[in-house]
Nanobody, 122 residues
Framework: QVQPVESGGGLVQAGGSLRLSCAASGRTFNKYIIGWFRQAPGKERDFVAAISRSGSSTSYADSVKGRFTISRDNAKNTVYLQMNNLKPEDTAVYYC???????????????WGQGTQVTVSS
């Protein structure tokens, strides 16, 4: 069992960068797929990126491909989401989640963090 905790959100201008972190407690962190999702006001929670247990495989939503990079450091029980060239439409609460399958469906992830707000001004 793991408990993800997100950090690193904030306010940034369009074109800027942020790095989100997802730190998880528990010695079984490296047994989980980690995904990032985001939810804007009035919208559904959308898939952003996911990373395999070893970090050798990644997956991205088309809307962030080429701008966002997901990585993990299992020694630190942490997954990162580097976000570059941010756009106002990236504004949302960002969540990380742990699961057993590398999929884009939020329902397949078992453990969720509380989220961190990212606001991109134009």
């Amino acid at each position: 069992q793991v408990q993800p905790v997100e950090s690193g959100g904030g306010l940034v201008q369009a074109g800027g960068s942020l790095r989100l972190s997802c730190a998880a407690s528990g010695r079984t962190f490296n047994k989980y797929i980690i995904g990032w999702f985001r939810q804007a006001p009035g919208k559904e929670r959308d898939f952003v990126a996911a990373i395999s247990r070893s970090g050798s495989s990644t997956s991205y939503a088309d809307s962030v491909k080429g701008r966002f990079t997901i990585s993990r450091d299992n020694a630190k029980n942490t997954v990162y989401l580097q976000m570059n060239n941010l756009k106002p439409e990236d504004t949302a609460v960002y969540y990380c989640a742990a699961g057993s399958l590398m999929v884009r469906m939020s329902g397949e992830y078992t453990y969720w963090g509380q989220g961190t707000q990212v606001t991109v001004s134009s």
